[in-house]
């Protein structure tokens, strides 16, 4: 435990070796990732998956969640540094994912983040999922050039950040109503493709024909998608427009998935009778051809979207004379293949770098946590063990 720590550059001094564990939902991580020639380079990134606990539910069920996180975390946490080929006493702090998530898995992780940190004479570093899933981009690699756009589309979250840095984010835009991902799950769940339905329908989409049919795409303004939160105001003006009159209808960096599953619905089940107009068409039958079409229609319209709020934010910031140099691409969704290959393709005409995590720190991990989690030791910063796990992000928000 002999690295400092500050280099007075904000980066961390190396050698500096950090335990991440990540319990927010469904998986149990740790991961050992240690700053070497400059860059955060992971040593370990164990996962174990509770998906088969949770499939017959077709969904997390949270009191299963946390029981079986308090089962897996030790071995888990030995497994980390036995792959890293580390002994606990080769740690400086320990990093926990803290907020958001299911209360009582975070619950777990951060108990033994504390027991662990407190035990080893350390410090407990929380760390927020959100802010991490745009740190999986950053691991193994050299820091990129800011300011950046940071785009976190996961099951729980759809969040857009204008980046300077790993840790400067200011929120420019949100889902007003489902995450994409969680769109993509019910999406599979009509469709008969089971849990989780993201990767399936992923797979699926590439036997489809994806202009066989029409979704709509969400045209949201500042009256239309005002739900929850408003953005930080100093970002919120190039999203929004002046604070006045035209600002109303002018067009936001929201995201709204909702409408597209309700059409999804529609074309699966039949669109509702209407008192006193014509029985609609009944629906195509669903044939795995259909389903093929209808999962590749549904994921090219989502990642439209997705792509469309992207070019305009990135206009928004360049007509302030500060155009991003980089887009940042995080969380589960950020596995899907038409995503990867559309928002490479955006940062490629517009000029950006892409950073895309690799495969294994898309979905939920902690070499992410522990990634992130070397930003804020190099700048001195640390919790204490009073410590208390959120339900909720608060990233970002002015
Ligand atoms: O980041 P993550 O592991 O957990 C959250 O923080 O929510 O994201 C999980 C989400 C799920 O909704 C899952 O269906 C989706 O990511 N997902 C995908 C793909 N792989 C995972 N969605 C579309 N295509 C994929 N290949
Ligand atoms: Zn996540």
């Not at 014509?278 to 997705?306: G, H, I, K, Y």
Request: net charge neutral; aromatic share 4%; glycine share 10%.
């Amino acid at each position: 435990m002999s690295a400092a720590h500050d280099d007075g550059h904000g980066r961390p001094p190396e050698g500096t070796t950090i335990l991440g564990i990540e319990t927010s939902c469904d998986e149990t991580a740790a991961s050992v990732v240690r700053w070497s020639s400059g860059i955060p380079r992971v040593l370990s990134n164990v996962v174990g998956s509770q998906h088969e606990l949770h499939r017959r539910f077709g969904g997390v069920v949270p009191e299963l969640a946390s029981r079986a996180h308090l089962e897996r975390i030790v071995p888990t946490v030995r497994a980390a540094l036995a792959d890293a080929g580390m002994r606990t006493s080769d740690v400086h702090a320990v990093a926990v994912g803290n907020r958001p998530g299911l209360i009582g898995s975070l619950l777990v992780g951060n108990a033994a983040a504390k027991a662990y940190a407190w035990s080893l004479g350390v410090p407990v570093i929380g760390i927020d999922h959100v802010a991490a899933h745009l740190a999986a981009g950053l691991l193994d690699a050299d820091e990129p050039s800011w300011p950046a756009l940071g785009l976190v589309v996961s099951g729980g979250h759809t969040h857009l950040f204008r980046m300077d840095g790993p840790l400067a984010m200011q929120l420019m835009g949100r889902t007003i109503d489902d995450a994409i991902g969680e769109a993509f799950d019910k999406a599979a769940t009509v469709l008969g493709l089971g849990y989780p339905g993201g990767p399936r329908l992923d797979a699926r989409s590439s036997e489809g024909n994806p202009s066989a049919v029409r979704f709509p795409m969400p045209r949201l303004t500042a009256r239309s998608a005002r739900r929850g939160p408003a953005p930080d105001p100093a970002v919120a003006s190039h999203a929004h427009g002046a604070p006045d009159d035209a600002s109303a209808h002018a067009r936001t960096l929201d995201f709204s998935f909702s409408g597209m599953k309700t059409a999804l619905l529609y074309a699966v089940r039949g669109v509702p009778v209407a008192p006193n107009r014509a029985p609609p068409p009944p629906p195509e039958p669903l044939t795995d051809r259909r389903v093929d079409d209808l999962c590749a229609s549904f994921q090219a319209a989502a990642v439209a979207q997705v792509i469309d709020v992207l070019g305009r934010a990135h206009d928004a910031l360049a007509a302030g004379g500060d155009a991003p140099r980089t887009l940042l691409v995080g969380g589960g969704v950020s596995a899907n293949r038409h995503l990867r290959a559309e928002v490479a393709r955006l940062a490629d005409a517009r000029g950006m770098s892409v950073r895309l995590p690799e495969m294994p720190y898309c979905l939920d991990n902690a070499a992410m946590i522990a990634g992130l989690a070397h930003w804020r030791f190099a700048a001195g910063e640390h919790d204490d063990l009073r410590m208390a796990p959120s339900a909720r992000s608060t990233v970002g928000h002015a």
